[in-house]
């Protein structure tokens, strides 16, 4: 396979688990605006991960289209970041998730909306309008939570703690991505971690939340080693597909 | 939680239209909710959002005193006017 479709790839997996994620949510938030909103934001990034597997499916020599990629793939096929495969756990969990993820598409988008590659540069303007909003509430939210209630602060901190190691996978670097970002496609991992961690220990330092300092760092996803959630949440998602292949709405 | 009361203005030249109520705790989220449940199908180009315990309303005891006088008063309307085709919105 091309770097070009592993890198799509990646960006692919993380939006499309990232939203089948959030859209389990889906009749269940803490009250019914929420849960719209919340559900809102599901939409929008499934949306944006199906722009991006129709392009690596363009990408990939073979005639798999991009829900073949999306329902017919094993978990070792997948190339998310593990971060997103994590279990929603509660709102706080869910929401500082999202944030984590709200500020690297931001950046992430919008250096691509540069990107030498037309297609690329295209679905990374469009999403660009729907990630700033997305990060104008999930910011809100943390900052909500943080100065709220002793509940909502002790909430919040055990989500950062669980959290905060799955971020560095996010701004990895390899070969294969150098070339890429050499060549003018690619958004480089270093000045996206730069600006990604300029940002969240921004709001982080403003609150009395503290960032965990035990330096382990999750890895493996973008190579296809997940975590135990990523199989069971693909047999939900992918269970129609796999059970009556190639039936359609 | 409290109530807020939506109004969005479908286009520029238009007053902004009550469209219903979202809950918030705060401003910010009230204009957030209202925004994701009134304006995904292109309904508005601008929202407004009102605390609504700020609205001050008419109390229906009042009715007789307050509208029925008009009712016999038709020269109050302007219906005897025919309106040119391009004049629109009133």
Known sequence: ???????????ADNTLILGQRLSEWCGVGPFLEEDLALTNTALDIIGQAKMLLEFAAELKDSDDSADDLAFMRDQHEFKNVILVEQPNGDYSQTLLRQYFMDVYHLHLYTALSNSKNEQLAGIAAKSLKEVNYHLERS??????????????????QASLDKLWHY???LFEESDELTE????????????????WESEVNGLLSSTPLKIPQTGWKATGGRVGNHSEYLGLMLCEMQFLQRAYPNCEW | MKLYEVF???????????????????AQMAMQNAR???????????????????????????????????????????????????????
Do not use: C
Request: charged fraction near 30%.
């Open chain 1, 1 to 11: 396979m091309s770097a070009e479709y592993n890198y799509v790839l990646n960006l």
């Open chain 1, 167 to 169: 971020h560095h996978e």
């Open chain 2, 8 to 26: 969005l203005r479908a286009k520029s030249g238009l007053s902004h239209k009550h469209v219903g109520s979202v809950h918030a705790t705060d």
């Open chain 2, 36 to 90: 994701d449940l009134y304006t995904r199908r292109e309904e508005g180009e601008s929202i407004w959002v009102v605390d609504s315990t700020q609205i001050i309303s008419s109390n229906p005891n009042d009715k007789a005193a307050y509208f029925e006088p008009a009712v016999d008063k038709i020269y109050r309307h302007p219906s005897f006017y025919p309106f040119d085709k391009e004049v629109k919105n009133i």
């Open chain 1, 139 to 156: 910011d809100l939210w943390i900052k909500r939570m943080a100065h709220g209630t002793e509940e909502s602060f002790n909430r919040l």
């Open chain 1, 180 to 195: 890429l970002v050499e060549q003018g496609i690619a958004a480089d991992p270093k000045q996206l971690k730069e600006l």
